[in-house]
């Protein structure tokens, strides 16, 4: 199994209370930390302009802008987005931005890609809020023009959504064919076929059941386009509380329900409910066990969100420590 590690960037919160002065310390500190390592193959941002659970005009880095960053303060690690919004920017310019954070970091950058959901900041910036199955359509669309820009250097498209007439891209990334494509989402009708066509990964539903479930829905896919369902490594991502003991476990709940409370008051409640339930909380040897029982349903590339890294490692350490070395 292979592990990611989301670098905090304020958009879940988890840079509250620290200067803004002292953000890209503590975020670089941290990506610096993952990339000196060997647990964490990856690093990662969303893309998101608007604070969660509620748009409190707390921090939110942009994402590429940090992957860049990222391509010239790391060595080692690879470089994702969870994901990129694909309506957020144009795919020729988006593409041409993925390509020279290829070339900066020397080939390691990922990129996730997906429709997009967070209505409130697609309106506030001036992006409306197309219906699903438009954004869906976009993606689609987004995504052909980067495989030809990364392929061949020109794209073409008279699209719905999008046209590109012979749009010049170069240099190529340094990765053949460009980043692996990375297609987040788990509709299951039309998200999941756009996976089958182009995907070299998938990103859905992490709990065992909605895992398994996804994965179904995916091969049906993929036999109906005449792929090879196991060319594409099937990843999810997961919120993880870690402690030697149940009693620190329980005290590292307490200390992310505080913390909502703090920052989030009026929706903390509803927002921690989601924490005790995750697949990847417990002590280590409970975590080994469900990343274990996930194995073999198939997922084999964990994504993990620690809220916090930016204040605390422990948890960080601990999980690569006692963790990643059973599934490795």
Known sequence: MRFGLFIPQGWRQDLTGIDAHDHWQVMNGLAQWADQGDAFESIWVYDHFHAVPEPNGEATHEAWSLINAYAASTRRVRLGQMCTCMAYRNPAYLAKV????DVISGGRVEMGIGAGWYEHEWRAYGYGFPRAGERI??????????????STGTATLAGEHYQVDGA???PLPLQQDGPPLWIAGGGERKTLRIAAQHAHYTNFDGSPEGFAHKSEILRGHCEAVGRDFDEITRSANY????GRTQADVDARLEWIHDHLRQTVPDSADREFAQWPQGPLVGTPEQIVEKLQELKGLGMTYAITYFLEAAYDRSGIELFA????????
């Open 137 to 150: 359509a976009m993606l689609d669309e987004g995504v052909q023009i980067f495989k030809q820009l990364w």
């Open 168 to 170: 010049q891209l170069a």
């Open 98 to 101: 993925a390509a020279t954070a």
């Open 239 to 242: 919120n993880v509380v870690i």
């Open 321 to 328: 420590d006692e963790v990643v070395p059973h599934l490795r």
